[in-house]
T-cell receptor, first 114, second 110 residues
Framework: GQQLNQSPQSMFIQEGEDVSMNCTSS?????WLWYKQDPGEGPVLLIA?????ELTSNGRLTAQFGITRKDSFLNISASIPSDVGIYFC??????????????FGKGTKLSVIP | NAGVTQTPKFQVLKTGQSMTLQCAQD?????MYWYRQDPGMGLRLIYY???????DKGEVPNGYNVSRLNKREFSLRLESAAPSQTSVYFC?????????FGPGTRLTVL
């Protein structure tokens, strides 16, 4: 099946620094989603991307749908302690109608040092 | 509007015991899902239900059964729990591609 490579696996950064993480795939996706999971909670949607080349922001977060449709990037600017958590990318392959199978990356664990 | 709710939040079982994880959503979504999350493995789909009355296997269905009781509720049953089923279980619902997750059930099988 589809495989997503998410990197880095973990990051330790100083408060105030910018963060970049990405997901890559060997095959194309029609939709990219980015989720954040706080410790002890379920994943919460941050950004959804529906078109190749799309660049979308949500506050200090910016995500891009790669032009090749095989990758996506998430950037966090000026990190703060509450950014701590696990960030997941998820992609929807270009199947026909009825495809409910999002493929998830294994997550990037972000730690912010005050 | 509670979104997706799951019960229980924590559970400890002995090998061979059975239990049912409950999930309910109040967003009137057609589709519901069960995932498990293990360290380093990300989220893996166990079963899903595209609409009331239908269920389908996901990536890791062995050892589990599901019931879509009505549009709101989707339960996951472990008939004979095994230590390999120690995990965090998430229920999710969606109307389109975007999934909304519950808070999770942390299950330990001894």
């Amino acid at each position: 099946g589809q495989q997503l490579n998410q990197s880095p696996q973990s990051m330790f950064i100083q408060e105030g620094e910018d963060v970049s993480m990405n997901c890559t795939s060997s095959s194309i996706f029609n939709t990219w989603l980015w989720y954040k999971q706080d410790p002890g909670e379920g994943p919460v949607l941050l950004i959804a991307l529906y078109k190749a080349g799309e660049l979308t922001s949500n506050g200090r977060l910016t995500a891009q749908f790669g032009i090749t449709r095989k990758d996506s990037f998430l950037n966090i600017s000026a990190s703060i302690p509450s950014d701590v958590g696990i960030y997941f990318c998820a992609g929807r392959p270009p199947y026909g109608a009825g495809s409910y199978q999002l493929t998830f990356g294994k997550g990037t664990k972000l730690s912010v040092i005050p | 509007n509670a979104g997706v709710t799951q019960t229980p939040k924590f559970q400890v079982l002995k090998t061979g015991q059975s239990m049912t994880l409950q999930c309910a959503q109040d967003m009137n979504h057609n589709s519901m899902y069960w995932y498990r999350q293990d360290p380093g493995m990300g989220l893996r789909l166990i079963y899903y239900s595209a609409s009331e009355g239908t269920t389908d296997k996901g990536e890791v269905p062995n050892g589990y059964n599901v019931s879509r009781l009505n549009k709101r509720e989707f339960s996951l049953r472990l008939e004979s729990a095994a230590p390999s089923q120690t995990s965090v279980y998430f229920c999710a619902s969606s109307e389109a591609i975007v999934k909304f997750f519950g808070p999770g059930t942390r299950l330990t099988v001894l």
